[in-house]
Structures are given as C-alpha cells and as structure tokens.
C-alpha cells in the first residue's frame, strides 16, 4: 500500500502509532493520558498560547528584563561548558544586539541541531547575568530571509511524567498535532445537519485547525462553540440512551389503604408539597413503565416519609422493598426510623449489614428469598449476587450520590420491573436539575416542614479558639447540649506538611486540654463496624457529650440533642458538604451553632466562600454556587456518568447549551 492510499484511509479512529515519531514507547506513554488515537490526539487541547506574534530587537532586550517575549537571529557562537553542571551556551544576533541562551537539559540533543549560521526565532523570559539570557528558550528555525515564524501563536499542551519519561515534550505533541490536522482527509460529522446549519458552526476542520494552529486566541470562541455543541450533543444523547435503558416495563401498583392508615399513625401531617411529591410517584407506581425517579431536597426537608410513602403500593400488592443506604452508621438509624413508621400497619422492617450477625443474616437472606421479610434496610450487602428476592417490588437507595451507576444496575437486575427512587440530600437548583439528572425524573421538595431556627454560622480565627472552646464547654456543661467536632482526615501522615489535624490527634488533645472533664467519644471510617455502632449509640443517647469525627456522620445521622458543629480546616470541605454537617445541628428546633476553623488569606476565595457559607442557609443556592465552583462531578458524584469526558464544555457554565440540545433531541433524532 502506499503513503498516499495510507493517508487517504487515516481518521480519527487510526492508532497513535499512524503518527511519524510515535513508536511503542511513546503510544504506551500517552495511553496512559487517554491518548489513544488520532482523533483523541485531536482534542487534546492547548492549556494557553505562547504569543510570538511581536518580535523584539535585540538592540531593546533591555526593556524586556524578566518578561516574556520572542527574539529573531542568527546563532553566531555555540559552546558546550563543562564543569560541575555542564551547559550549552549560544549567542545569537541581529542587526541591533545580541543575546545568550543556555540549555541544563538535552545538551546533547541541542548541540547537534544549533549551529552557527542557522536563523533562528527563540522565545523565553530575559535574565540578566553579566549579559541578557534566555535559558531553556522555545526554538524554531527559520529561512535564511524569513523574518517570523509562520505559527505567531504557540500552543501549549498538558503532558503527564509518563509522558515526558518517554520523550514527548512540547515539540512533539505540537508537530504530531500540525501533522494530524494536514493529512487527514475525513473528518467526523458529530452533529446532524439540521444543528450545524442552524447555529451556523464552522467545519470540523476548520475549527479543530484554528484551535491548535490560531492566527489570533482572542477569536477562538466560534471555533470553541462548535466542539462545545459536539460534547454536550453525544452527552445528551448518551443520557437520552440511559433513560431508555431504565425504562422498563412494570407492573401497576396501588397503595389501597395502607397511605391513610400511615397518615393517621404519623404524629405530624404530611405539608401540602409533600402531598404533591407522593401523588407524583403514585401516578408512577400505577403506570405500565417501572418509575424512575429521583427525589431531592434540602436538609430536613422530610425526604425519609416521603420515600416512605412511595413504597406503599408494593407493599400493598404484597411485593418487597429494599431500601439501600451507604453506611452501617446511616443503616442502623433508618432502620429504626422506618421500623417506627411501619410498626401500626404491623409491617415488620428488616436490617442488613456489616455488624448484623451470622444468625440473623441468614434468616434475613432466607426471609427475602421465600418472600417472608417484606422490607429490609442495608448496605452494599444488599448487592450481593448470593441475595435473590421473591417478589422485589420497590427499590429505594439514600444518598445516591454515593453508589455508582453499576451498583444501580445490580440491584434493578434482581427485578428489572421493580420501581426505582434515588434520593438525595445535595440539592441541585430547579434551573440545573434538567440538565444535571438529564437521565432521571425528579421531584423536589424545597419546604422545610418545621421551621427551625438557622444555625447561628460564624467563622473562628485561630486566637479565638480557646473562647469558642470555652463556649462549647459551657453548653456541653450547663446546657446540656452535645456537640460534633469534625475532623477532615483519618491519618496523622498525610496532615504533617500543612498543619491539619487529623481524627487520633484532635481527640487527645481535647480530652487532655478543656473538655477533659467530658465524656468524648472518636468516630471514623476505620473503626471495627461493631465499635462504630457502640460509640454512635452512645452518642445518640447522651452517654458521650462529644463526638470527634471524620465526615462520617455528613448524611442523615439524626442526633436531636446536638445542638454545636465544630469543623476544622473548614476551607478544604465543598460548601454542599458543610451544609450537609451543618444540617446535623439543631433537629430538635433549638438553637443551634456551627463554627468554622479555618486558615485563609483576608479576601481570597476560600474568605469569600465561607463568608458566603456563614450569611446563606438554603441547600438549593448553597447547591448553585457549590456547583459553579467545583462542578458536578465533585458536587454529585457524577464522575462515572459522562461528566468527566468532557474537554472543552462545561455543564454548569454552559448549561443553556446542553438544555437546548436536550430540547431539540427529540426532533434532531427524528430528522
């Protein structure tokens, strides 16, 4: 076959190795980076542009002293020194002056491609040591009567250690890419027409062209809308797939009257929005398609009853529920939440996880296996393959944000005709929920049932400490109150270097300082499952007045004597994550306090987000800024949704473009 007929076949799909100069050890290195073909070499896109586009005479170097800026010459003298550090030393000249380059690295390389003679533009910062410098300067070479470079902006790649280990620096992706963007005949058409021709975008190759090779970065945004639109239509559609996916055949289901018998046992009434949530999942549960829904809210905003209420059609048309949480911690306590509300309909409640003995667990799996065990509440145990359920008619999991979407899929697939409700605690404002839970029905609950008092918010300077201290104490003390202390991390080892304290360290120093005289108990993800158990019990039951912890207790532990949060290091937690351990404080209607330790510079983003944090208390306007901060993928936990393939889109700032996409799908994909 010959180089054309090669060339003509290559597309975006063609190997990395297609490329002159990749062999197998540079292929290896960048499919470590997600480099695996032409087309991902494509969208691998610059970080910034080094302007070359004005040159400056040598005879002026002077007036560029530790800046940045493009010289044209002629090597005139070239020298390897050796010594200690051995460097390579060049001078080039123009018309007006003259100035030096060293190179540390690569000499060997260097010395064989810089002759005296060659023409050539370098771009660098200038130094001064006895004669203006410029070390490890960007290279190009020139035509003898060639005055610039034909490239006047430079792009800038992201390269890994794996990379660089294996010889691909700057120079290589740079040529790679212009190689790429020249030879290749076919381009892919991403969008349909109906799109493109609408919004008028430019051709594939033309703005793929212009990105990595532009005349001018200031007028990029065209060419940027296009790839844009390019992500945000394959993301929708990959959700529109996944929607379909979960859509399922059913069986109609019909609460009868286990709802009012629930109702008249509650000692509080259902709010009128709560009433609408439940009526929507109702209008689910009796459809022909198995529901698909998540229900969100704020904190306290009375999701658990609500969730409850959607699993009363099952119940009542003698099916199984099962009700998954993350923790053994959130497991226990929802279990006896939910046992509570179902006692006066004499529908037993079932627990399944880590700490529930052999005994037990065996007539737990034996009882959901023969039908008997008619609700259970668990873990991941739940999703063991050796658990097989008679006749699952309801699926519940609590803070979905913490299983991924195969854990989704392995409980569906114990009965792919059961319904389906994720919950969560991190709200997501009403102008993003479409596009953030594109693949998912929502019912939000924006009303707190009991109007509770804020939780007084203050940020505390390290001099205040011992104040704030003896102001916790007093409460623990005189007013009987009980208080969390969250600690961000579990290990000593990693908080070394910056100061953090981690879980073991903060509970010595409290219980040997101050709060000595308080029964202070430690929690973390790596305490025995039995331990954890016994010292949250003893905390809900106000043996232990104090509880250091990690965020272990962030979703749904209800302690409603707790009336104090403490956070340290409060500027490395997301603003959704504090509301969360903010939300644990003041259940009961008292008064309640949340203070922040933290350590920032006055008028820095992390002094402005939890200033922010301190004056805000509604979770959907937390929610909107946390998102526009660190994005969804840190906020929901989306990374394994398609989130995180996104390059040059971001679905937060460009919502309005993948909201309108989603709008058209249906008649794009019709055409």
């Known amino acids: 076959m010959t180089k054309r007929s090669q060339d003509n076949r290559l597309d975006f799909l063609s190997p990395l190795s297609s490329v002159p100069g990749f062999g197998a050890r540079r292929v290896a290195a960048c499919k470590e980076s997600g480099i695996e073909t032409i087309g991902d070499l494509l969208y691998r896109f610059p970080l910034r542009y080094i302007d070359r586009s004005v040159i400056t005479p040598l005879g002026s170097i002077h007036n560029q002293l530790d800046v940045r800026c493009s010289v044209v010459g002629t090597i005139t003298r070239t020298r390897v020194e050796k010594g200690r550090k051995s460097r390579l030393r060049i001078c080039v000249e123009d018309d007006s002056g003259s100035i030096e380059?060293?190179?540390?690295?690569?000499?060997?390389?260097?010395?064989?491609?810089?002759?005296?003679?060659?023409?050539?533009?370098?771009?660098?910062?200038?130094?001064?040591?006895?004669?203006?410098?410029m070390v490890h300067p960007d290279v190009e070479f020139l035509g003898k009567n060639q005055a610039r470079t034909e490239a006047p902006f430079l792009p800038v790649y992201p390269i890994s250690m794996a990379m660089r280990d294996a010889t691909v620096n700057q120079k290589t992706i740079q040529k790679a890419i212009r190689w790429a963007v020249q030879s290749l005949k076919h381009f892919p058409q991403i969008l349909p027409a109906p799109l493109e021709n609408e919004k008028q975008l430019p051709p594939l190759k033309e703005c793929l062209t212009k990105i990595h090779l532009p005349d001018n970065p200031d007028n990029l945004d065209?060419?940027?809308?296009?790839?844009?639109?390019?992500?945000?239509?394959?993301?929708?559609?990959?959700?529109?797939?996944?929607?379909?996916?979960?859509?399922?055949?059913?069986?109609?289901?019909?609460?009868?009257?286990?709802?009012?018998?629930?109702?008249?046992?509650?000692?509080?009434?259902?709010?009128?929005?709560?009433?609408?949530?439940?009526?929507?999942?109702?209008?689910?549960?009796?459809?022909?398609?198995?529901?698909?829904?998540?229900?969100?809210?704020?904190?306290?905003?009375?999701?658990?009853?609500?969730?409850?209420?959607a699993c009363l059609p099952a119940l009542n048309m003698g099916h199984q529920v099962v009700w998954m949480v993350p923790t053994d911690v959130l497991a226990t306590q929802t279990h006896r939440t939910i046992a509570a509300f179902l006692k006066p309909l004499e529908i037993e409640v079932s627990l399944l996880k880590r700490t529930v003995g052999s005994s037990e667990k065996r007539q737990v799996v034996a009882g959901l296996k023969n039908g008997t065990v008619r609700f259970v509440v668990g873990t991941h145990a739940l999703l063991q393959t050796s658990i097989n359920i008679a006749r699952l008619g309801m699926i519940v999991i609590d803070e979905q944000h913490r299983f991924g979407v195969r854990q989704r899929l392995a409980l569906q697939e114990k009965d792919p005709a059961s319904d389906f409700l994720l919950m969560s605690a991190t709200p997501i404002p009403q102008t993003m929920a479409k596009t953030l839970y594109g693949d998912l029905d929502i019912v939000s609950l924006t009303e707190q049932p009991v109007k509770k008092k804020p939780v007084r918010t203050h940020l505390v300077p390290e001099e205040k400490r011992k104040d704030m201290e003896q102001f916790v104490l007093e409460q623990i003390t005189e007013g009987k109150g009980q208080a969390f202390y969250i600690a961000p991390r579990i290990e000593s080892e990693y908080c070394k270097e910056d100061g953090v304290g981690d879980v073991s360290t903060l509970f010595s120093r409290l219980t040997g300082g101050v709060f000595e005289s308080v029964p202070v108990g430690m929690l973390h993800g790596r305490l025995p499952a039995e331990e954890k158990e016994k010292v949250m019990q003893q905390f809900v039951g106000g043996d232990i007045r104090m509880l250091v912890s990690t965020t272990v207790v962030e979703v749904g532990v209800d302690v409603p004597a707790a009336d104090i949060i403490i956070i340290e290091n409060a500027e490395q937690f997301g603003l959704s994550q504090l509301h969360q351990l903010r939300g644990r404080v003041g259940r009961a209607g008292q008064q309640a306090y949340c203070f922040l330790m933290a350590s920032f510079e006055q008028g820095s983003i992390a002094a402005r987000r939890l200033k922010y944090f301190c004056a805000e208390h509604d979770g959907f306007s937390i929610a909107e800024k946390d998102l526009k901060l660190r994005g969804p993928g840190e906020v929901i936990g989306m990374r394994q949704s398609g989130w995180d393939d996104l390059v040059m889109a971001d679905i937060v700032r460009d919502a309005h473009i993948f909201r309108e996409i989603q709008e058209k799908l249906d008649t794009l994909l019709v055409r």
């Open 222 to 309: 065209r060419y940027r809308e296009r790839i844009k639109y390019e992500e945000l239509y394959q993301l929708a559609l990959s959700l529109r797939w996944s929607r379909r996916k979960f859509a399922l055949p059913g069986r109609p289901l019909d609460p009868g009257p286990l709802l009012s018998r629930l109702e008249s046992s509650l000692p509080f009434a259902l709010t009128d929005e709560q009433k609408k949530a439940v009526a929507v999942l109702y209008k689910d549960a009796a459809g022909d398609l198995r529901m698909h829904r998540i229900l969100q809210g704020d904190v306290g905003s009375g999701k658990t009853i609500v969730a409850l209420c």
């Open 101 to 133: 380059a060293l190179w540390f690295h690569g000499i060997s390389y260097m010395r064989t491609v810089l002759h005296a003679g060659k023409r050539v533009m370098m771009t660098g910062k200038v130094g001064l040591f006895g004669k203006y410098q």
